[in-house]
């Protein structure tokens, strides 16, 4: 599976921005997909994943109820949709399929920088 996200950006705090994902592979429709994101001079750290047909999500506690994941199986791509962003959220964001929990992947795209001033 490849990856490429895009959709980062610069946006005030209380914005919103849409995070893309289009993989390439056969495999995309039974993998897991998920977002997690590198603050600076921090580890990377799990944001949110979604099963293979999109009817379980999980989220990180710091972004429940402020950003949503979804999947289109048919375009191969998954998104984040971020509202109400924070200058916390301030990250580069990495897209990831078949995901280890929350712990890791085996696949990951390229970064894309997000951020949120204040």
């Known amino acids: 599976v490849q990856l490429q996200a895009s959709g980062g950006g610069l946006v005030q705090a209380g914005g919103s921005l849409r995070l893309s994902c289009a993989a390439s592979g056969r495999t995309f429709s039974s993998s897991s997909m998920g977002w997690f994101r590198q603050l600076a001079e921090k580890e990377r750290e799990f944001v949110a994943s979604?099963?293979?047909?999109?009817?379980?999500?999980t989220y990180a506690e710091p972004v429940k109820d402020r950003f949503t994941i979804s999947r289109d199986n048919a375009k191969n791509t998954v998104y984040l949709q971020m509202n109400s962003l924070k200058p916390e959220d301030t990250a580069v964001y990495y897209c990831a399929a078949n995901l280890y929990g929350s712990r890791g992947a085996h696949y990951w795209g390229q970064g894309t920088q997000v951020t949120v001033s204040s």
């Open positions: 979604i099963g293979w047909s999109g009817g379980i999500t």
